[in-house]
């Protein structure tokens, strides 16, 4: 008996549609912890360049201490628009068979992770994320030794039905793989 490969087109049209998947926001408090982390970063930058222009040879004129800090503060605030207007481009989506989480403001990146590849999540936690009650799921598929999707700014509850639901759904599908 002769074995026939078979690759059949598929009509585009009859795919289903991303515009009909229910993504979810995450919490907006994220957007706080993101701005606060951020705003320590920039202001460590600029203590940073005053101290280095402080003790260099640089001539020490409040226009050249001006000039640095003020280019500095330019692309701080610069990242803060950005990150603003990116905030709302974070969302996820579960479905029967797979995670999504898209984000991005110039570079739109969606992720989808089905949950049979998926080997392992954990939740994380880090010292702004704490006094927000805010956690980052992180999912890792197989090869890996860092996460493939990172979904942060959930509440705790949510982060933990989320983990819950797909380690459910990974234990599931282990299990009709065997039988």
Do not use: C
């Not at 229910?22 to 360049?49: C, D, P, Q």
């Not at 260099?56 to 226009?63: L, R, V, Y």
């Amino acid at each position: 008996m002769t074995t026939i490969f078979e690759n059949l087109p598929v009509d585009a049209e009859s795919l289903p549609k991303v515009e009909d998947i229910n993504f979810k926001s995450i919490e907006k408090k994220y957007l706080r912890v993101t701005l606060i982390a951020s705003g320590i970063f920039w202001f460590v930058l600029i203590l940073g360049y005053l101290a280095i222009a402080h003790f260099s040879d640089m001539e020490k004129t409040p226009f050249n201490y001006l000039i640095g800090s003020g280019g500095v503060f330019l692309l701080g605030t610069f990242n803060f628009i950005m990150t603003i207007l990116g905030f709302k481009k974070k969302k996820y989506a579960l479905r029967q068979r797979d995670i999504l989480y898209t984000k991005g403001l110039l570079w739109h990146v969606r992720t989808s992770i089905p949950f049979n590849r998926i080997q392992h999540a954990e939740l994380k936690q880090g010292p702004l994320e704490r006094m927000y009650g805010l956690h980052s799921l992180k999912v890792y598929t197989a090869g890996g030794q860092t996460s493939d999707l990172v979904i942060p700014g959930l509440l705790e509850e949510t982060a933990l039905a989320i983990k819950d639901f797909i380690l459910g759904k990974t234990a599931a599908d282990g299990d009709d793989t065997e039988s």
